[in-house]
């Protein structure tokens, strides 16, 4: 059997680990499906985020999302101390 390839993508990424597709994949690169297995998770461990949004050019852009929330953005009034100093 040839010697398996590290880094090589899957070809299904999102796909069970375990099972028939797994276990021919595996024997494709000449490996067993537990070693297989790890190597997947190993790399879909390091597989990149999702791109963050670009930041806001400004406040109104910025808060675009709560427009239309009815949220009340005003301070409690000051009650006063319970105790006389």
Do not use: C, W
């Not at 059997?1 to 999102?14: D, L, N």
């Not at 190993?42 to 999702?50: D, G, K, N, S, V």
């Not at 670009?54 to 709560?66: F, R």
């Amino acid at each position: 059997m040839g010697a398996a390839v590290r880094g090589s993508a899957p070809s299904q990424p999102h796909a069970p680990i375990a099972g028939e597709p797994r276990s021919r994949q595996a024997a494709e690169h000449g490996r067993a499906v537990e070693s297989y297995a790890a190597g997947l998770l190993e790399r879909a461990a390091y597989l990149p985020a999702t791109p963050a949004a670009p930041p806001a050019k400004d406040m109104v852009e910025l808060l675009a999302p709560l427009r239309g929330l009815n949220l009340n953005f005003e301070r409690d009034g000051d009650t006063g101390r319970d105790i006389k100093l």
